[in-house]
């Protein structure tokens, strides 16, 4: 299974661009790169995910190296609520019904503090 | 709005009591998904299920139980033969087991932290 690797905490200034990285270099082509965070004491909270392409909503843009083996989150004006546990999932690949294949593996993350 | 509920928001439980933690949905989604995050961790996997009457252990299955009667439902026992219960437990839906979905995302429920005294 492709896992992840992320810093485990990071710190941005309020109203600035918070960029967090995630390597996954054991990646295979039909598994797709998920981002979700969670604020403190919540349930996680969907971001954004891409496969090839670059990915922009109203939340966050996802920028996805051309090999694949890492991508970054970009949160383009971080405000104080953004202050999250922020995970990057690469889902296994789906193999059908049955099994945990296919589902989501959340690990530590990386716990971005947005300062004032 | 549609969502995810899960009761109680806080549980204290002496040992060797069973306990059942609630998980509603009004999404309309067939999959269900119950995780445990102790702290400073990720989340592990429980039990899922991809509709109803069907339901399938995930990767730290022991000592818990779970049924899925009606497809809004997908309630978590925590038994006395679970070891460490004392954990924060969330609930999750999808339309479809993520495992059949090539894209699709997971929604999530506000968590119930457990304690056993």
């Known amino acids: 299974d492709a896992k992840t690797t992320q810093p485990p905490s990071m710190d941005c200034a309020e109203g600035r661009a918070a960029n967090l990285p995630c390597n996954h270099s054991?990646?295979?082509?039909?598994?797709?790169v998920y981002w979700y965070r969670q604020i403190h004491s919540q349930g996680p909270q969907y971001i954004i995910h891409?496969?090839?392409n670059n990915e922009t909503n109203e939340m966050a843009s996802l920028i996805i190296t051309e090999d694949r083996k890492s991508s970054t989150l970009i949160l383009p004006h971080a405000t104080l609520r953004d202050t999250a546990v922020y995970y990057c999932?690469?889902?296994?690949?789906?193999?059908?019904?049955?099994?945990?294949?296919?589902?989501?593996?959340f690990g530590k993350g990386t716990k971005l503090s947005v300062k004032p | 709005d549609g969502g995810i509920t899960q009761s109680p928001k806080y549980l204290f439980r002496k040992e060797g009591q069973n306990v059942t933690l609630s998980c509603e949905q009004n999404?309309?989604?067939?999959?269900m998904y119950w995780y445990r995050q102790d702290p400073g961790q990720g989340l592990r996997l429980i039990y899922y299920?991809?509709?109803?009457?069907?339901?399938q252990k995930g990767d730290i299955a022991e000592g818990y139980s779970v049924s899925r009667e009606k497809k809004e439902s997908f309630p978590l026992t925590v038994t006395s033969a679970q070891k460490n219960p004392t954990a924060f437990y969330l609930c999750?839906?999808?339309?479809?087991?993520?495992?059949?979905?090539?894209?699709?995302?997971?929604?999530f429920g506000e968590g119930s932290r457990l304690t056993v005294l």
């Open positions: 891409g496969l090839k």
């Open positions: 999404l309309n989604h067939d999959a």
């Open positions: 054991t990646i295979s082509g039909n598994e797709y």
């Open positions: 299920s991809q509709i109803v009457n069907d339901f």
């Open positions: 999750a839906s999808s339309k479809a087991l993520l495992a059949v979905l090539n894209t699709g995302e997971l929604f």
């Open positions: 999932i690469v889902r296994v690949a789906t193999r059908g019904y049955g099994g945990s294949q296919g589902n989501l593996i």
